[in-house]
């Protein structure tokens, strides 16, 4: 079936049902970001990859609302899909909205997959269409039809952390959530995000790429959990270890009866962001229902002295892996054939080859001249190109290990720099170093940490699109709340112990892209008279390329920082690099 | 009648109605910040004249919330009045909601005067209260029985502005407004807020001190508008004018009616924050209502070219006033008595000499040593001290001109400095030209100009618990919306031509306070390849003391600030200055 076939099959399954409109989200029933094959909707009939975005098709039109970072990749994509690109004025909006309250008309029906819909969109969409007199099916799956070769659920194994790994006992952690639903006067407590559960029950599996996480939902009372998972992807051990720590076992898809048969009047706490609406839905109309984020989103995001422990370690030998890669690349570039899907495939094997490590932790994005300037380029065999003696090379990337979570930008110069590209690089350095020393007060949002890191780009007329920083998990989600470093009004304070990316940016397109990226732990600072503060303790271990620096804008604190970072980098991997690659790093991290 | 014989009347008027709460609230029915002497009904009751907080009296409790501007004024005006400080953990939330929902039970009765309460706050209370079983009141005046001799409205007369004055007719504003309702779908619209008014209808009154506005109320539909205005206020020429511009005009009591006879159905567009809930209660209830800022509050914020030339004009005119002013007191400081009452009286003759010249924008802060670390300090007889050869001054004030409103903070050393208070007036120094020098692309909100502006207190472990600036009105109020630079995740990008403070500070408690402000217009920057930047232009004109700088603690960038600033504020002031005070403001402007 091409794409067009698929879409005419999709208006002939409307027709039928008499659905003027029908809405094609990019989500699972845990409205994860990184999705199953069965859930991968939006790819299969349009054939975009990105990893946002929702189709609004109509008997005369179908478009795909998506965002800055994917216009050039979607208009490449739904060439002959018959969907045509909607870009979005603001990342994560619901714009469409405000369109299909335009085309459709009183008497229209409007349909969606509610299992696919978070909580909080569908009440968007219900409470601006609903007054119109729009008729709105909120549990209709047509993909389901036309799909004939849908993937099934994947059954990937799961297994149990130790407490030496997660420094937190799921009991432990059970009780923490139990403590806040009590004083949020709740008594059930329900649980899609996948995230949320992995570190609850200090559970890992293999589900979803990139994201070591096993799908199953969770049912808290006040003095008991119930898990719905799949128990076949569990050894024995694992079981008796949950059954112990007093959880109930149930299968994966019994969750909706579990949420059927919530007494009444119950008041149950849920996250509408990270819940879908049909099992919203199911909730029995009498219970009391308390709407907001995740107790255990704020509990994850700051980490312990275990975890960080671990994560320090981990960047040590992310670190020892980068730094072999690169020196890899610098022995055999203009000798060998070097592709860009042949630096991801050599990076990951440098990752590999360390302990502990379990995968990537984001499919890297190694963006070469004009597809750095992709913020999310991944190469294809179509796009792959092979790398020259010219140019800048951008490598965004990460692991997963058993130990924490990795996420790291470098840019290097293959050769024949100009003046400007050394500018824009050195202009983003600055930029990641004010971020990265920002002295600030405790109740300090991310919008403030943006602004400061944004000032030396600003200075000179440049700016970046995507925010500054985000959340990352201790072997988990590259991507996790409740606070995020960007220009939005998000209203979370920086606690300490979160571990956060500091990632400035530049983007010239059809040219060339630049991002320099480390993760940061928060950590409390010296108190004054006017209060306690913070700082971040730079976590990420790998030298920043100093050649294409032009000393000239940086300020001496920066240059501080810079030479102080690579002698700390030299001390912590020279220990575990041969001699060759040892005087390679030694040259690599030369005070500047 | 003592405040303590006050509360007990207030009481028995509780038992009496069998109220169990009450609520007195700093607001009168247009939700004004600067009160007339009626609505002063904190003041009258507990002798405290902050201009933010709130009583609450119960039969066992009487307490005032307010927040750390008015801890230590607070503490000391509440003496013997029967009310308790309640120290407020974030400036202007309503957390006496909390404290009411624990202290009443259900079958209690909590009383408000909804004419003295916003809908907002109303809403909050009911919101939270309802749900408990707590009977509400929302037209409840208990103060009027006890207040025998309370003031009457004010009665100041009113006039109009002429278009070579606003930039705009009051033809043009009325389109404008109803432009944005019909947009919005709203049919009505009642303005309550009295600077809304001014704007809108091109007139001023004397009915509120430093506030230069008229008590009166708004009604608009699609085609006409309606103002509620005590007619005797304006002269024949002043109504015939308005009457030209088909504004018919009724009694300022009439709203209540104007409002109880909204059409049935009718779409009203209502602003919560700045209306009070007696009014809207009144609304009838079949009406829709769309609850938003007030369109007028967007447009006002906007200076028009006009508006921005006499702005310019007149910050010349203040800045000759002011550096006569500072000229006068280093002629006469050791010679004769000067105390923080004759610097303000002083300072307020020397803007009267000035065209145009109305009153203050609000009281004068003359705050000698450690009364400069209050932010809101107004010298009393009881406080008033005689400044010496030694210390810090701070001194924050502002004029009303019929062309324009000044807000200005400087702070002079009278001698004898130490070290560490020059380093503290420096790093806010640094910290308002960086603010000021600040480039931005459009879009950006409030709170990420704050954040640059605190970094470099911040770096060197300072801060201050204030906003960094505030939107300034034309002619209008010296505060107003709806833009901010503070800390607050206000959602709002400031517009070109906008008028703001940036005003950072630095209070060391019982020593000194040092605050440095301009008020700054934003206007369209360059555009690049990086989108379209913005910039400020300072608008407020007047040397900035030198002697006190550490120039080690600046960077050349800051010094070349500082050094154009002075040769600005030199060429433009001298002129209009004699040979005496033309030598001096040289001296006084001379490169550092």
Chains 1, 2 share one sequence.
């Not at 994509?77 to 004025?89: A, E, M, P």
């Not at 940061?520 to 990420?540: H, I, N, R, Y």
Request: aromatic share 10%; hydrophobic share 35%; glycine share 6%.
């Amino acid at each position: 079936m091409t794409p067009s076939d698929k879409l005419s099959a999709l208006r002939e399954k409307m027709r039928n049902e008499n659905i003027d409109a029908y809405i094609i989200t990019m989500a699972d029933p845990h409205i994860s970001e990184y999705l199953p094959d069965r859930y991968k909707n939006i790819e299969w009939i349009s054939n975009f990859t990105g990893s946002a975005g929702t189709l609004v098709i109509t008997a005369n039109f179908a478009g795909l609302w998506t965002d800055s970072r994917y216009f050039v990749q979607a208009t490449d994509q739904l060439n002959d899909s018959g969907f045509q690109l909607v870009k979005l004025k603001t990342q994560g909006a619901a714009e469409y909205i405000t369109w299909l309250s335009k085309d459709l008309s009183a008497g229209n029906t409007l349909a969606f997959d509610g299992k696919l819909t978070s909580i909080s969109v569908a009440k968007q969409l219900i409470s601006a269409l609903k007054p119109k007199g729009i008729n709105i099916r909120t549990n209709t799956d047509l993909i389901e039809t036309i799909w004939t070769d849908r993937p099934s659920l994947p059954n990937g194994s799961a297994y149990l952390l130790d407490k030496n790994i997660t420094g937190k006992s799921i009991s432990e952690k059970i009780r923490e959530v139990q403590e806040i639903l009590s004083q949020r006067g709740a008594s059930f407590h329900l649980i899609s995000s996948l995230d949320d559960i992995s570190w609850i029950f200090n559970i890992r599996g293999e589900d979803i790429k990139c994201n070591p996480v096993v799908l199953s939902f969770a049912l808290f009372t006040l003095d008991g959990v119930q898990l719905f998972i799949d128990s076949k992807k569990l050894n024995s051990e694992a079981i008796t270890e949950l059954e112990n720590a007093k959880i109930s076992i149930h299968p994966y898809e019994e969750i909706e009866n579990a949420i059927r048969y919530i007494p009444a009047n119950a008041s149950i706490f849920i996250d509408p962001k990270r819940n879908c609406y049909s099992y919203y839905a199911l909730i029995p109309s009498s219970c009391n229902k308390i709407e907001d984020t995740n107790p255990s989103t704020f509990l994850k995001s700051i980490k312990n002295e275990t975890e960080l422990a671990h994560t320090r370690e981990t960047m040590i030998r992310d670190g020892i892996a980068l730094s072999r890669f690169f020196y890899w690349l610098e022995q055999n570039l203009g000798k060998i054939t070097i592709s860009e899907i042949t630096v991801a495939e050599k990076l990951k094997e440098y990752r590999a080859e360390q302990k502990d490590f379990v995968g990537e932790s984001f499919d890297t994005i190694a963006g070469y001249k004009e597809h750095g300037a992709l913020p999310h380029y991944k190469a294809t065999p179509d796009s792959n190109v092979n790398l020259e003696l010219d140019g800048l090379l951008l490598i965004d990337s990460g692991g997963q290990y058993i130990t924490g979570t990795t996420d790291i930008t470098r840019v290097i110069s293959l050769g024949n720099l100009t003046d400007d590209q050394k500018k824009d690089y050195t202009l983003v350095l600055k930029a990641m170093i004010e971020g990265s020393t920002t002295v600030f007060p405790v109740g300090t949002r991310g919008y403030q940490i943006d602004a400061i890191t944004r000032k030396p780009l600003w200075d000179e007329y440049r700016n970046y699109g995507h925010g500054t920083g985000h959340g990352v998990g201790f072997f988990l989600n590259v991507h996790e709340g409740p606070h995020v470093f960007n220009a939005s009004n998000t209203d979370i304070a920086i606690e300490p112990h979160t571990i956060t990316s500091i990632e400035p940016g530049l983007y010239r397109e059809g040219y060339y892209g630049i991002r320099i990226e480390n993760l940061v732990a928060s950590c409390l600072g010296k108190g004054s008279d006017f209060g306690q503060f913070m700082t971040f303790e730079t976590l990420t271990m790998c030298y920043i390329e100093t050649s294409i620096i032009d000393k000239e804008l940086l300020e001496k604190r920066h240059i501080n920082w810079l030479n102080q970072y690579h002698s700390e980098v030299f001390n912590k991997l020279s220990p575990f690099l041969n001699e060759d690659e040892k005087a390679w790093l030694a040259s690599k991290t030369l005070s500047i």
